[in-house]
Every structure is written in structure tokens, then in C-alpha cells.
């Protein structure tokens, strides 16, 4: 039985076609992000999840790195992202990230970028966002 993506779901594809997918979960980046004076001063802890549905990208016929989205690339991208300048907002940076996933290879269909600020709140864990973007929106 073929486990469905999230993607596909959102879709409404009802095909049993097993989808490609890469992630990276637990990036943990230290940015200049918030809108409160002291969040200007120094960096904080985000942390980074991203997903990319590769649709229906078949697996790799040589075993070669060149034949799928290398996630070590992905990584390096999401930090250069987020050390880029300071940005006020999460959503801010979740969406740059998503525009960034689409346009970097044709075979990315949709993405999800969950950032998560573990110091944002005294009491919880992690506060953030989830930004899920497909190819058509």
C-alpha cells in the first residue's frame, strides 16, 4: 500500500502512486528575526523544516546525486535564506523560502516550510508557522 503525501492530498489526487519526497527537518539556524528591539540585537534559534513533493520523479537509475534535488543543497540554501538580513516575521521567511524551493528545480510540485522559534514564548516549546505552497498558486 502506498503511503499518499500530503500534497497529493491537498491536490485531491486520488491516484495511488506513491509521490518523491525530500525534507530536512530540525535546521536549527541562528537569525536575526522578530519585531521586538531586542530581537534586533541579537540572533536567535529557529528552527527549519522543509518538504518538497518531487511529484512523480522517478527513483534514480545510476545512484547518482545528479538525478535528484541534492537536500544537502536545500539546507545550505534555507540558511543563506534566513542569514540573508534580518526579517521581521516567520511568515516572512517561510514564504521566501517557498518561492526559493519552487523555482530551484522544475521537479519541486509544492513545498512546506515550518519555522519554529523555540525561545518565542515562556511557555511553549516552539511558536511559528507552517507555509505550504504548490507550483499552481
Given at each position: 500500500m502506498a503511503i499518499k503525501s500530503i500534497f497529493r492530498l491537498l491536490?485531491?489526487?486520488?491516484?495511488?502512486?506513491?509521490a518523491?519526497?525530500?525534507?530536512?527537518?530540525?535546521?536549527k539556524i541562528d537569525a536575526f528575526i522578530g519585531v521586538y528591539p531586542h530581537e534586533y540585537e541579537q540572533r536567535q534559534p529557529i528552527i527549519v523544516d522543509i518538504e518538497l513533493d518531487?511529484?512523480?520523479?522517478?527513483?534514480?537509475?545510476?545512484?547518482?546525486?545528479?538525478?535528484?534535488?541534492?537536500?544537502?543543497?536545500v539546507a545550505q540554501k534555507v540558511a543563506e535564506i534566513a542569514l540573508d538580513s534580518h526579517v521581521q516575521l516567520v511568515e516572512t521567511l517561510a514564504t521566501r523560502i517557498a518561492i526559493w524551493a519552487l523555482s530551484?528545480?522544475?521537479?519541486?510540485?509544492?513545498?512546506?516550510?515550518?519555522?519554529?522559534?523555540?525561545?518565542?514564548?515562556?511557555a511553549a516549546d516552539l511558536a511559528?508557522?507552517?507555509v505550504i505552497r504548490r507550483r499552481d498558486d
Open positions: 491536490r485531491g489526487s486520488t491516484d495511488t502512486q506513491p518523491m519526497r525530500i525534507f530536512v527537518r530540525g535546521l518531487m511529484g512523480d520523479m522517478p527513483p534514480p537509475k545510476d545512484d547518482r546525486l545528479s538525478e535528484t534535488l541534492d537536500y544537502g543543497l530551484a528545480d522544475d521537479r519541486v510540485q509544492a513545498c512546506a516550510i515550518r519555522i519554529s522559534k523555540p525561545q518565542a514564548l515562556d511559528g508557522v507552517e
